[in-house]
């Protein structure tokens, strides 16, 4: 392999490395997720094993701590 | 006489360092991955000796107390004239009977200083053996810091087979990670599985791998439904292939479609998986069993 270092290969590899599970529970409700978080809410997703993943809007920064 | 002596040179100066090195290094990582052609194999041999052969010969000369270890080599002073002499005797049985004597004292300084040699030789050849193949074995782990990406990518890894990579979980840090691979053949069937193992030939191309959970998809049975507007659920197609592995052989596939799962992924490549998914930013926090993390 001399047309790319190993270390962009392994970048590009890297990408969406995820478990299956999540995946799919991503790519089969994301019209729930979207729906939640423009009404501000979170999702939970649980995967097989005991995973929790808590997808939530971006808080906006607290003004009381702006400058 | 004389190529009997260069024999044994090259067999315990050249061969045995170059054996001891790659018996240690492959116990990290399989040799065949590096590819190459004469040349650089040769320079690569060369790079590895010299490091072992220059502190070697530092101990020997300098370092007291190792210089003596494990035989006793005296008479230091003695080591030119010793060698001059040995190898007018090896190249001519004249100037042997001449020496007499001085030749037989000679040549028990020698091969005791050469044993001293050898032996720290031989001890730096492995750790070096076993430094290199610890640093290219943690290629995963060791990766994120930019001095080491420079290192593997320059030297460890130039002239790597790319199957390594792309089929195995070697540049994951989780050595867990399981590569997924869909696999299109030439007579036009579609099998998925784990890719277990892979075979590549010397000069680092497939040649085939093996799958395991190996499912092949049912084209004609799809085809047939599809047509008759019964607007079918790909997953029902896809059947188990019986045996517990699947080998295809490199030359009948077409098409390769790979994905990787870390049981673990990092926060931040989940993080940025949901955000290209959903093109918005978001929030997430992600737990394992064993874990909580929050971005």
Redesign the interface.
Known sequence: ??AT???N??DL????????W??DQ??HR?GE??NA?KSGQSVHLD?P???????????PPNPAHAT | MIALAASLVLALYVVVPGLLFRSIYRLFIPLRIVSGNTTEEATRAVMTNVIPLTLALLIVWYVPWLDNFPVHADLPELRAQDYKLVASCIYSEQQCNAAGQNFWAALNRTWRRQTVFLFWFYLLTAGTGFGIGYLAGG??RF?SNRFY?WF??KLL??????WH??LTAF??ADKN?VV?ANVLTVTDNLYRGVVSEHFVDSDGKLTGLILTEALRFDRRSFLQDKDAKLSPETEAYWHSVPGAKLYVFADKIVDLNL?????E?SLE??E???ER??E??????????KTKRKS
């Open positions: 392999m001399t270092d190993l270390s290969l392994a590899l890297e990408e969406d490395s995820i478990p299956n999540l995946r991503i790519e994301t997720i979207l978080l995967g094993h005991g995973e929790q993943l808590t997808i939530g809007p971006i808080t | 290629y995963g990766r990406r593997a990518d890894f130039s002239r790597i087979s790319e990579p792309l540049v994951f990670t997924r994905n990787y799962e870390s049981p992924p490549m989940v940025k998986y949901i998914w959903l918005r930013p978001v929030q997430v926090e992600y737990s394992t069993p």
